[in-house]
Every structure is written in C-alpha cells, then in structure tokens.
C-alpha cells in the first residue's frame, strides 16, 4: 500500500486524491463506496452499464455514537464492528474501498497565486498554505487543483488541507476491515460524480445538509469551482424543533420529518441556515461573474425537510430540485427496502464510482 509519507506532501493531481493507492484492474462489484456521516452510515456497491449507473447493494445504518470526534475516527472499535456487521448482512463482497472526509476539519480555501512556470507551482503553494492556514503544515496533508488561469497569468486554486491524524485514522480503519482503501477524498468531488451525468454541462449550486453540517458546493460542467461548509445541519433543527414545541429529542425528530416547518414561524437555525447559504451563492456569483447558477440541487437527509426547496427556491428566486438519484439508477438489489432513501446516497454512489471509474 502506498501510504502518502512525507509530511505536508502535494499530491497536485486533483484534489480528489487526499489519499491514493495506485492499484487499477479493479473489479467494479468488490469496491464500495463508504460515506460516514455524523448521523448514518452509506454502504453502496455501484457499477457502470455504458452510461447508465447500476446500484448493486446498499446499507445504511445510524452510526455509533461519538465514533466521529472532529473529524477523526475517535471509536475505531464501535465503528469498525457496525460496518463490519452491515458488510456481513448485506451480502457485501468488498475488497476495495473508497471513502469521503467532510466538515469543518478539512480546510478548503481558494487563493490566488501570480503567474509562474506550472512546474514551480507545487512549491509556491506550499509557501501560500504556510501564509493562510491555521495550523503549521507538518502534520497536514494538503492538495490543490486549479480552477481558473487568468489572463494575466495568475493562478486560482482551490487549495485542500486535511490533518494527517484524520487521514490516518481511516487507515486504520480499512486495515481493520481488511479493506485496502482505494482513495479518500472530499465529499463534493463523490457528489458531482454521482450527479454530472443527470445534469449534463449545467452550472449546478449543490446543497448536501447532513445531520451536523450542511455543505454549498457549486460545480459547472462536472468540475468543483466553491465550496463551504455551513456548521448548521438536521439535528440542529430537531433540537430546535423540540425547544420550540417542548418535546423530547425523539419526538422532535418525528414532529421534524412529518410537518412543514416553513408554513410555521420560522425559527432563527432556518433562518440564518437560509441567509447563510445565499451568502456563499452570492459570493460565488459575485467571484465567478461568467457563471449563472441553472438550478439548486438538493441532498442529504435535511433535503427532505418537507418545503425546504420550495422556501430555497421563493427566497432565492431560483429553480430548487430535491436530488432524486435513484431515477438516473438501475437498481439490482433484491432487498429493496431503503430506496426510499433517495436523497442520502449521492455521496456513497459517487465514491463507489470513483472505484469503478478508477483514476479520475
Ligand atoms: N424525512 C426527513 N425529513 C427531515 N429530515 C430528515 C428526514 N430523514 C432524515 N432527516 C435528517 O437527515 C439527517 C441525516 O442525513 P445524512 O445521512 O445526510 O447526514 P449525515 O451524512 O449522517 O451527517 P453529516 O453529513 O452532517 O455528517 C438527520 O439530521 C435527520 O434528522
Ligand atoms: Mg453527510
């Protein structure tokens, strides 16, 4: 296994490729795509049929408790035993895994570095990681990819650090599962994946709100251009939910997932999560002036907030669609009971792609 070993490297392929093992010849069914949320775990195995993605076994199961600390794999033993458990009784066969980090621990920043040879541009943004990121480069493992080459020369990045701990912690978990991890990388990068082929050449502002953050990624023909993380997700609605109504956390959640909360007075975590996305929809517009925003994407399991798009889209005066993946699928699972879950796959189906698909 090809463990990225030298501290603070540069991987200056695409910022996919936080982590990378050259292995290819793979075959489709035996890699999966793992996205571990706060809240659920994703276990998909996908495959490609011409165009068309072919869903071949999926679990979702609630992840255990505190097993994510900051980012990091804090119980590796609680966590590797639930995912060792949904591989068992789902009839999983995977050998290869690819997985996704997310949230407010992986640091996304875009800069801009003046026009010098490409080849010297590793070592500029080196220096330019050193200047804006918080922590010193040592312990981190950082990527890039260029946006845009301006006119002048210049370049604009979008530079990706990630603690090394965070990196390792996974590792550590694939080597328990006995599974060899064929990337990890960011969570936007599995999502455009999973969603260039439903919109085809379209500027696309993505919205994943999971249960601790929500996430603004907007890409424009298949390729990441902005993307933040919002420290607001579905469970920070729930507890609001119960404060505002007096129920328990159980209750809430139920109240939540069964009523409109937009035909009620609105609370101040919706408020300000609606406020706070247009921003980032803003800034982008105001950054990216020859791009147009077509439409909203929606996922995540705080997509399904019933009004939620159509209160995004009466606010921002722009088309809103809730991401319904499993139209685009061919599902081949004999099990079907979770495909209700539409709009919490987008993440896992692109890592799983990304096995398919190799070394894009
Ligand atoms: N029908 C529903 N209506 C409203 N919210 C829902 C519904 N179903 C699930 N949710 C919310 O979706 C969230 C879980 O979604 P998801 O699986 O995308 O999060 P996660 O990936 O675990 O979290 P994160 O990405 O923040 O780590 C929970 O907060 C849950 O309350
Ligand atoms: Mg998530």
């Not at 495959?47 to 119980?75: C, F, Q, R, S, W």
Request: glycine residues 6%.
């Amino acid at each position: 296994m090809q463990i990225v070993d030298k501290l603070g490297d540069l991987l200056q392929n695409n910022i996919a490729n936080l982590f990378q093992n050259n292995i290819s010849g793979l075959l489709n069914k035996k890699t999966i795509g793992l996205d571990i949320g706060s809240n659920l775990i994703k276990i998909v195995s996908a495959e490609l049929d011409g165009a068309e993605i072919v869903l071949n076994n999926l679990a979702i199961a609630t992840t255990p408790p505190d097993a994510l600390e900051e980012g990091k794999i804090a119980d590796l033993d609680a966590l590797g035993a639930k995912i060792e458990e949904l591989l068992a009784n789902n009839g999983f066969e995977a050998t290869h895994v690819v997985t996704a980090i997310s949230g407010e621990e992986l640091i996304i920043r875009m800069v801009e570095i003046p026009a010098i040879p490409k080849e010297e541009l590793p070592e500029a943004v080196k220096w330019e990681a050193q200047e804006q990121l918080p922590m010193s480069l040592e312990n981190v493992i950082l990527d890039y990819e260029i946006i845009n080459k301006k006119e002048n020369g210049s370049y604009e990045l979008m530079l990706v650090a990630v603690d090394r701990d965070i990196i390792d912690s996974y590792l550590e978990l694939f080597e328990r599962l006995d599974l060899k991890a064929l990337a990890i990388e960011i969570e936007p990068l599995a999502l455009i994946r999973a969603l260039e082929h439903l919109y085809p050449g379209q500027t696309l502002a993505i919205i994943d709100m999971g249960a601790s953050t929500t996430d603004v990624s907007i890409c424009s023909q298949g390729q990441l251009l902005f993307t933040r993380t919002i420290s607001v997700g579905g469970s920070n609605i729930t507890e609001e939910v119960a404060d505002n109504h007096d129920l328990e956390l159980e209750e809430a959640e139920e109240y939540k997932c069964n009523h409109n909360l937009f035909e009620e007075e609105l609370g101040l975590i919706i408020r300000n999560l609606t406020t706070t996305i247009y921003r980032s929809l803003d800034y982008f517009q105001v950054k990216f002036k020859s791009y147009n925003i077509e439409q909203i994407v929606l996922t995540g399991g705080g997509s399904r907030l019933i009004g939620f798009a159509e209160h995004l889209s009466e606010e921002f005066g722009i088309e809103v669609n809730k991401l319904e993946l499993l139209d685009s699928l061919r599902v081949e699972i004999e099990n079907s009971k979770e495909l209700a879950a539409n709009q919490l796959l987008g993440v896992s189906v692109g890592l799983a792609l990304r096995g398919v698909r190799g070394d894009d």
